[in-house]
């Protein structure tokens, strides 16, 4: 999706999908059914949704959510979506809400979800697009 070759071949713009993620990461070590293959995926309130994965010395995370634009989520420091994303799922089953609680301040980032018009041709010259330079989608959608 951010290809510097791919917008001068095309010239196409991107466009939200009005799904933003924040992105953390929760620095323990914890053993939990859910995590025994290695990541899962919840669905929450309006769309929302939490993805998360084990690492040996953590749990990196995405709550994503309905928004906008990315800006309403960009404009907020780390502190308030912390406090957003806890708010959001203290009811929601283990363990999750250990997990939000644990999250690393500095870890905290916002992504939002685009996609592209399909391309029309691929090729300039010597010149190819191929893999995510040449791919339309966002990964929700792809």
């Not at 095309?10 to 929760?26: E, F, M, N, P, R």
């Not at 620095?27 to 025994?36: E, K």
């Not at 010395?57 to 406090?83: C, G, I, W």
Request: glycine share 8%.
């Amino acid at each position: 999706m951010s290809s510097a070759l791919r917008k001068p071949l095309s010239g196409d713009q991107k466009h939200y999908l009005g799904l933003t993620s924040i992105v953390c990461q929760a620095p323990l070590s914890i053993q939990h059914p859910l995590l025994q293959g290695g990541y899962f995926m919840t669905l929450g309130d309006g769309g929302s949704s939490l993805f998360c994965y084990r690492q040996s010395d953590s749990v990196p995370f995405a709550y994503t959510v309905h928004v906008p634009s990315e800006d309403d989520l960009n404009a907020q420091a780390p502190a308030e979506l912390l406090r957003w994303v806890q708010h959001a799922t203290s009811t929601w089953h283990p363990p999750i809400p250990e997990l939000v609680t644990a999250i690393d301040l500095t870890s905290v980032i916002v992504r939002g979800y685009y996609d592209k018009e399909p391309l029309t041709r691929v090729r300039e010259g010597r010149l190819w697009l191929i893999g995510d330079a040449a791919h339309p989608m966002a990964p929700p959608r792809g």
